[in-house]
């Protein structure tokens, strides 16, 4: 601890132990406690209390019959145990009984301040910190802590009783860390009392007929297995497996959540699963016996697995598809698609039992489908897939919550009266919709899939998020559908309904609704980033009126959709997709140009989403060379850097940063590496000499931009401006040649005037600089300094523990009179 | 208590309850949708139309679905529950011999007006040269092509009405205000309550002390213009009468504005017209605010809305005066001062413009491309024809069916072949079935009674079991001309006892809490009220006159035997049988009690909740012994 910190420690101490002064703010304790957290890992325990008495003091203190608050105690608690963590801290604090009075029955325990949660969590987490040697277990078997925290599981508090529960683990564990290890034959009997205690406590309450005590033994078992992996555990699984298959005898099943979780974590865990044999066994018996809501987690757990029985995975399957077969069967699908998703023999169930009223419907369709959905990509996802069966489900659902199913069975009506209309059942069937667009499947399901996307994508109905989930999995299926061979235009199949769904964008598009026209958006820019070079995709977009409705949304009222309508905007323009039509309010000529819509944009928007699409935009035009950019581009970098260094978003001047550097690439004549796929611009031969490739810098006042942003207020701009300064100094160091030979007194006004903005005065301009100016002034300015500074967090000041400490000197002592808060 | 249904519209209703000696109509809808069969009547002399082949059918185009089901001069009142729903009542009112009283809300019936006028108005503005009635004739009917000589009843269909019968009908209303209560004769009480459907559209309850009707008709539980709905006043009933949902339970009114605005949007900007055919007041009022909202978003700033009614102007002013009838935003806005629909900044700022007609201003101010709201929906008479007419060859104009009265495809069949684009947003924020179950769930009526086909799934869609009404026990319904008792019995009256006579009584205290006596008084009844009043003190004989009856019977209650009440403890009984020398007792327990057997004496007496037989042959001594034996066990008074 450094001298100052020393200095401080007792007037904070004073002050803790002062009931009169109250700390107004948890978090400062917090802090306290990760400072001497580092201090004690990083050195002795001892040594620390030795050194600051003052500490022992607050400790003993804290034990006087007061009103101590119960912060404060709950602190004091947390620092001992801290500090017992070190044995020879623990023997020194023991010999001062200072640890039974504070942890043991005579301590807070007994006391008043016992009813206040956080003394309770303060006394587990000081146990949980002391139990670090078998000093430490002794010193918990002598004052009956066990036991206290064996009640504390069942604590009103969920995070006292999650603490306590964690703690047992903790224990268990330390206490068989020794004599249990290496000897896996060891049976519970020759184990530490300790151990002893918590395993019977632990098989009580498997055994007790109240649901939350046998939550509680199965937590901490889950917690136990899934953190240790000793042979021991093996003894341990052993010996309590059998009451826990007797849990699974019950009906209902007590704890079923807890169970699942617990089986999930030994088939997890690489000793038990390999050893235990019956583990298998209590899995596919418990799938069988849990409601299909609660069997959902414990199958979706054992699909991932990464080794488990075939037949098992057979089984789990089935469980997590039977919501789906269920789907299938009420409304008569096709015999073939449910063979295949119920072929492995589980029992069949029916509607009624399975989807009962509209809530558990609901919520176990959603659920399955977000399970499939996330064991869809995995690698030991069940083989074969049943692709077919499950897009045939998906798109029953999806029809059934639109109304357009016509079931014909009661079954079917019922499913159908529960999902009408339902938002979250669409939401979910269209993720899973899209994901489902990785893989194939028969022609006419295809068709099916397009014409339910188009039903959703056309029908009034369609809520606003909704629709944009429609919008994403229509863009996932037209992008998986196969290719024409020979072209990479869309197949005639997705070029048909291209021409449906074309003329609905229009009407998306004036939706008063903004997030259907943002969503709308969206769409037609993938779209067009996919297949705007294809033919078949430039007639039809051309027929439509979509370019026109696009470029009119540029003045949307809602900032999002100008944006997003940049975004589009700058794609069609890319592709030579933007319609200039000479209707008659604007004859010929007279239509603004695309690129000043834009910079009119980025000049004069109010909100930042607009500007920072429309920087995008500019950056990828320049990338890509654009025709309206590359006429011109030198004036056309100059205008947006000028424009963009007077945003106030600092996004907007990051991005200016990015179009800079681009240009600098270009300039200097090094195609931009880190993007394999841009079209590589058009760049003239690499200029000679040094001079000559930094004068379009110049002219462009590149510099002027860039160091601007070195002084920016906020940090990621300063940060990528001096990244830019930096490569462009490596750049003019492989040029080699007549090094920044600049005038020497322009250098120094140069340098005056950046010392000057990095003071805060931004006023005045540098004007034009000469390439050898800017050379010498790069050359002499600290980047490297400069970037580490910029790369430590801006508030490692406030973050030193002197000033913490201060702070909370400063918080308690001018409490009276002023309750500014300092933070 | 009885139920007449004389319209089969679940949406027009037209029912009347016959209930303690008071018949009262509930709303009187005018079904329009048979003019569909009739060609549009066009305001300028249109040759398309005129040269049509076949049939040259010209006839008033209003009709009336009634029945002689029920003489309708014996209708005491009229309940409106709201504007839509009143468009017979000069049918009802005027020449039938009607003498009652009409109640309604008073924007029910300024706006009621405004629609029958312009009924009137675009009905008789073009007068018909000739008219034909010989095709009524069912042999003649029989030979015309369908859908006419499917037509049911078309003996019954009239002309429409004139201005001086509206007026005449009109007059017979009293105007009333939400929560109301209003005595019918002494017999029931009608309260209107706000639904929540339109300007001053109402619910009614119709109760007596221990009966209960609600009438729900038009309500809505959308956050529109109007008051919303009362639901809480409506529990506890024993019969609710269910009408007037929403007519296109598929469409969601906003999914269905957002398509409105979007198409549009889309005609507009490409140049065309968009052409909204509407009723002058109600969802109009929705559609101007949302347009409002939208039209600056859209671009739409510089393009003109019309308002093309004979009573446009009253309806855009009267909506902004009603303020009490409102919506609590509305409401407040009252008092800032604003006006609380925002179409009046429209109209300050002439990007709505309101004509009552065609001719005039409007052919001057006209520009296109622009937007015009005009009735009449059915596309058959009214200024709507004109624009069909006008706009119906070009494909870039579109007109939007917002009106779900009536099918829209048969209103634009006689247009065709049109090119104009048809889109069809039907509009009603009335209650969907979903809403229905919620609000049956809250409010419990004991029974519901609705048209038939809000029992079953609608033809179309026969496989959506949501569309239609779920409630335990199931809903009764009913059809067109069908008479439905109402599944309560009336038990209770409620009697008032004279100060004079409730001083004499002297109650007997027999249960803790429960006191009887007897009374003997004389009940009378007038008005609908029952009172008892102290009998006649037995008159003395006055000789030769003739001495009413009633005072004959008077001495025959004075030998009224004592009331007895409690219960016989069976083994107590047995007890004191045995220690009256009764032997050989036997006790059978029965389904209602018991049966106690003295064998030796061939008797038995069979005990009941309330009653108890002694059986004995011929041997009254012996039954007056078992009789007092029997009393002793219970009370008298």
Sequence with gaps: MDPECSQLLPALCSVLADPRQPVADDTCLEKLLDWFKTITEAGSSLLLLQENPCLLGLLCHVLKPQDLSPRVLSFSLRLAGMLAAQEDCFQYLQQGELLPRLFGEAGPLGGAAWTAPSVRSGWIQGLRSLARHPSALCFLADCGAVDTIFSLQGDSSLFVASAAGQLLVHILGLSLQGPAEGHPGLQTGDWPVCAQKIVSHIEESLRSA????????????????????????????????????????????????????LLLSVARSPVLSSSSSGLWETLAQTLSH??????????????????????????????????????????????????????????????????????????????????????QPLPQRPSPWPQAPLLGATVTILRLCSGSATPTSDAGGHLCAFLVGCVRVQRAALDFLGTLSQGTGPRELVTQVFAVLLEYLTSPDSSPTVLKKAFQATFRWLQSSPETPGCSDLDPHAHLFLRELLP????????????????????????????????????????????????????DPESYVRASAVAAMGQLSSQGLRVTPASPE??????????????????????????????????????????????????FVARVLQVASQDLDWEVRAQGLELALVFLEQTLGRPSSHCPYAVTPPVAAPPSSLAQALRPLCRVQLFEFAFRALFDCDRPVAQKSCDLLLFLRAQTASYGGPQGSGSVPEVASVEAALQRWQAGDQGQPLGYLEPEVVVAVLRSMDLEGLRGALAESSDRVEKSPQSLLQDVLATVGALGEDEADCY | MKLYCLSGHPTLPCNVLKFKSTTIMLDCGLDMTSTLNFLPLPLVQSPRLSNLPGWSLKDGNAFLDKTELIDLSTVDVILISNYHCMMALPYITEHTGFTGTVYATEPTVQIGRLLMEELVNFIERVPKAQSASLWKNKDIQRLLPSPLKDAVEVSTWRRCYTMQEVNSALSKIQLVGYSQKIELFGAVQVTPLSSGYALGSSNWIIQSHYEKVSYVSGSSLLTTHPQPMDQASLKNSDVLVLTGLTQIPTANPDGMVGEFCSNLALTVRNGGNVLVPCYPSGVIYDLLECLYQYIDSAGLSNIPFYFISPVANSSLEFSQIFAEWLCHNKQTKVYLPEPPFPHAELIQTNKLKHYPSLHGD????????????????????????????????????????????????????????????????????????????????????????????????????????????????????????????????????????????????????????????????????????????????????????????????????????????????????????????????????????????????????????????????????????????????????
């Excluded at chain 1, 042979?231 to 209902?252: M, Y």
């Excluded at chain 1, 964008?505 to 037609?524: A, I, N, Q, T």
């Design chain 1, 504 to 555: 609905v964008l229009p009407k998306r598009l004036c939706s008063p609704c903004w997030e259907v026209r943002d969503s709308g958006l969206e769409f037609l820019t993938q779209m067009i980033g996919r297949w705007g070079g294809q033919a078949g995709f430039r007639r039809a977009l051309l027929a439509s009126e979509v370019p026109e409705l696009t470029e009119q949304l540029l003045r």
């Design chain 1, 290 to 375: 849990l409601s299909p809501t609660q069997a959902g987690p414990l199958a979706l757990g054992i699909l991932k697995l990464q080794e488990c029985p075939q037949v098992l995975r057979a089984q789990a399957f089935a469980v997590l598809l039977q919501p789906l077969t269920c789907v299938l069967e009420a409304t008569a699908q096709a015999p073939g698609l449910l063979d295949s998703l119920d072929g492995t023999g589980g029992a069949s169930v029916t509607v009624d039992t399975l989807l009962p009223s509209k809530a558990a419907c609901v919520g176990l369709l959603c659920r399955t489908l977000a399970h499939l959905e996330l064991l």
């Design chain 1, 586 to 635: 604007h004859p010929g000529g007279q239509q603004k140009s695309l690129l000043a819509e834009l910079l009119h944009i980025l000049s004069t928007d109010s909100e930042g989403f607009p500007r920072r699409a429309v920087m995008h935009v500019f950056t990828q035009w320049l990338r890509d060379g654009h025709a309206d950019v590359a006429g011109d581009t030198e004036r």
């Design chain 1, 210 to 261: 109240a649901t939350p005590q046998i939550t509680q033994a199965l937590n901490v078992l889950t917690t136990t297995f899934g953190h240790c992996h000793d042979p021991w555990t093996q003894v341990l699984w052993g010996r309590l497996s059998p009451l826990v298959a007797c849990l699974l005898e019950k009906d209902p099943v007590p704890a079923a959540h807890s169970l699942v979780d």
């Design chain 2, 362 to 637: 409007f052919s001057s101010d006209f520009r296109q491309p622009c937007v015009v709201f005009t009735g009449h929906p059915s596309l058959r008479f009214g200024d709507v024809v004109h624009f069909m007419e006008l706009w119906g060859k070009s494909s870039l104009n579109t007109v939007i069916f917002t009106e779900p009265d009536f099918s829209y495809l048969e209103a634009l069949a006689p247009y065709q072949p049109l090119a104009m684009k048809c889109i069809y947003c039907p509009i009603d924020t009335r209650l969907n079935f979903i809403q229905v179950s919620k609000l049956l769930k809250e409010v419990q009526p004991l029974h519901v009674v609705c048209p038939e086909q809000y029992t079953q799934p609608p033809p179309a869609q026969s496989h959506r079991m949501d569309l239609m009404i779920d409630c335990q026990p199931p809903a009764m319904s009913y059809r067109r001309a069908e008479v439905l008792a109402l599944p309560f019995k009336r038990r209770y009256e409620k009697i008032e006892i004279m100060p004079e006579l409730a001083d004499s009584l002297v109650p007997m205290e027999i249960k803790p809490g429960i006191s009887l006596a007897t009374v003997s008084a004389v009940l009378h009844t007038k008005d609908n009220k029952h009172v008892l009043q102290p009998p006649p003190r037995p008159t003395q004989p006055t000789g030769g006159k003739k001495r009413k009856r009633a005072s004959d019977d008077i001495p025959d209650c004075k030998v009224l035997k004592p009331l007895l009440s409690g219960s016989i403890p069976v083994e107590q009984f047995v007890q004191a049988l045995e220690k009256h020398g009764f032997s050989d007792i036997k006790v059978e327990d029965t389904a209602k009690g018991h049966i106690v057997l003295l064998q030796e004496a061939e008797t038995l007496i069979q005990i009941e909740e309330d009653s108890t037989h002694i059986i004995c042959d011929n041997d009254e001594m012996l039954r007056v012994r078992l009789r007092d034996l029997v009393l002793k066990f219970l009370q008298k008074f």
